[in-house]
C-alpha cells in the first residue's frame, strides 16, 4: 500500500503488535522480538516495548541479526530474559553483509523495568533481530556508486533498504553518508563534506527524482558538480520509476546537462566486455557476431597460456604461462610484442585495473601473496592478512 505521497505505508496485516497490560518479561520480550519483523518508520511499535531512555538510545540501522529458527526466550531472574537465536547472517549499517558460520549462536540477557506498573525493557540488544524469511521480505540490496580515485568509473556498493521504506530518500541519504568500511580507502565521492539532503525526503513524480542539497555542494568545482550528479543519477537510477534526476544545491540547479537517467560513466560493474578465452594455440575472443577469432597481436599464437585477464578498455591483456611461473603482458595490436612482468610459483588469479595495473595471486591457498605490477613499474608486493 503507498500513502498520499507514494511511500510504502507501515504494515498493516495486524503483526505488528504492541505491549498489553499484564505481560510478563518474558511476553514483553517475545512481542519485542516479533515487532522487530516488519518494517515501521522508526520501528515505533518495537519502541513501545522499551523503556523510555533505551527507546530513545535504540539504534534499528546501526547493526541488523539475520535468523534461521525461532528465537529461545527464557526467564532467568525476576526482571531478565535471556535470549538465544541461531544467526544466518549479519549486516552492519545496512551495508556489511556476512553470513555466519555455521551453528553460530548469539545469546542476549534482556534487563526489564516496571514503568507505570507495565514491564519495559532497558538494555535491548544493538540493532534489529530479524527472521530470514522477514529479512528477505522486508529488505531488498541496492548499489550505491563511487569513483574509484581516478573518477573514470563507479564502484557499486551495496546496502540493504526496507522495501515500504521511501527508498530514494534513504539512497540518497546513504550516499552522502560515504561508502562503506569495506571501500572508504578504495572508492573517492564527489560530494563536498557535510553535503546532506536540504529537506526531508526526495520527492519522485512523473519518472523525475528532485534533490535537494544544502549548500555545502555549492564549494564543488563544475567538473566535481558533474560527478556529484552521475553518482545521484546512477544510484537513483536503480528505481522503476525515475527516469530524469533534477539535483540542486541550495537554489541552484547542478549541471543541467546531466540531469538524465544514465550519464556517460560507466560502473565498473556493468561494462559490456567481449568474452576471452585460452586454447592449445593462444588466446581467442568472442566477437559481436559470437563467433571465436583470434585476439589479434601475438596473444593470438602464445600456446601454454593458462589464464588471461583483459583491462577494461580491452586494448591489453595479460597472461599467465603453462608453468604458472610467468606474468606476460602485451597490447592486442597487430604490432605489439610480449613482456614478461612478474615471475614467481603457482601463480594464478590475474586481472588487469582501470589504471593499467596488474594483480595475481602467486602460491598455495595455505601460503600465498598478491603481486601488482606493469610494463612500466616493477613486481611489488601488496601487504594481505588472512
Not at 528532485?210 to 560527478?227: F, G, I, P, W, Y
Not at 567481449?274 to 594455440?281: G, I, R, Y
Amino acid at each position: 500500500d503507498l500513502d498520499s505521497a507514494g511511500r510504502a505505508a507501515p504494515y498493516v496485516g495486524g503483526e505488528v503488535q504492541g505491549p498489553e497490560p499484564g505481560q510478563t518479561p518474558e511476553q514483553i520480550v517475545d512481542g519485542f522480538l516479533e515487532a522487530m519483523n516488519f518494517y515501521e518508520a522508526n520501528y515505533e511499535t518495537a519502541r513501545e516495548y522499551l523503556t523510555s531512555a533505551a527507546a530513545r538510545e535504540w539504534e534499528p540501522d546501526e547493526f541488523t541479526t539475520v535468523y534461521w529458527a525461532e528465537p529461545i526466550t527464557e526467564q532467568v531472574a525476576t526482571n531478565q530474559v535471556r535470549v538465544q537465536v541461531n544467526v544466518w547472517a549479519t549486516v552492519q549499517a545496512q551495508r556489511e553483509f556476512e553470513k555466519a558460520e555455521s551453528r553460530a549462536v548469539q545469546e542476549h540477557t534482556l534487563v526489564l523495568e516496571e514503568v507505570d506498573g507495565e514491564w519495559r525493557i532497558a538494555n535491548p540488544p544493538p540493532g534489529l533481530i530479524i527472521r530470514d524469511a522477514d529479512f528477505t521480505g522486508e529488505f531488498a540490496a541496492h548499489n550505491l556508486f563511487f569513483y574509484e580515485p581516478g573518477f573514470q568509473a563507479l564502484v557499486p556498493d551495496t546496502v540493504y533498504l526496507p522495501v515500504r521504506g521511501p527508498v530514494a530518500t534513504l539512497l540518497a541519504q546513504k550516499l552522502l553518508e560515504g561508502p562503506s568500511p569495506r571501500l572508504e580507502r578504495a572508492v573517492q565521492t564527489a560530494f563536498p563534506e557535510h553535503t546532506r539532503l536540504a529537506v526531508d525526503a526526495v520527492a519522485v513524480s512523473n519518472g523525475q527524482a528532485d534533490v535537494k542539497l544544502t549548500d555545502d555542494a555549492l564549494v564543488a568545482s563544475e567538473s566535481q558538480r558533474q560527478n556529484m550528479v552521475v553518482q545521484l543519477a546512477w544510484t537513483l537510477g536503480q528505481l522503476p520509476d525515475v527516469e530524469q534526476v533534477n539535483v540542486h544545491g541550495g537554489q541552484v540547479l547542478l549541471d543541467e546537462a546531466a540531469t538524465r537517467r544514465f550519464p556517460d560513466s560507466n560502473p565498473a560493474s556493468t561494462r559490456a566486455l567481449s568474452l576471452f578465452a585460452v586454447t592449445d594455440a593462444g588466446v581467442v575472443q568472442l566477437d559481436d557476431n559470437r563467433v571465436v577469432r583470434p585476439v589479434v597481436g601475438p596473444l593470438s599464437e602464445h600456446p601454454g597460456v593458462e589464464e588471461v585477464a583483459v583491462n577494461p578498455e580491452m586494448s591489453s591483456a595479460v597472461v599467465v604461462d603453462e608453468g604458472r611461473t610467468t606474468l606476460k603482458w602485451s597490447e592486442l595490436a597487430a604490432d605489439a610484442s610480449v613482456e614478461i612482468i612478474a615471475q614467481g610459483q603457482q601463480l594464478r588469479s590475474p586481472s588487469v585495473d582501470l589504471t593499467g595495473l596488474a594483480w595475481v595471486i602467486e602460491g598455495s591457498e595455505e601460503s600465498s601473496k598478491l603481486l601488482v605490477s606493469s610494463p612500466e613499474s616493477e613486481p611489488a608486493v601488496v601487504p594481505i592478512s588472512g
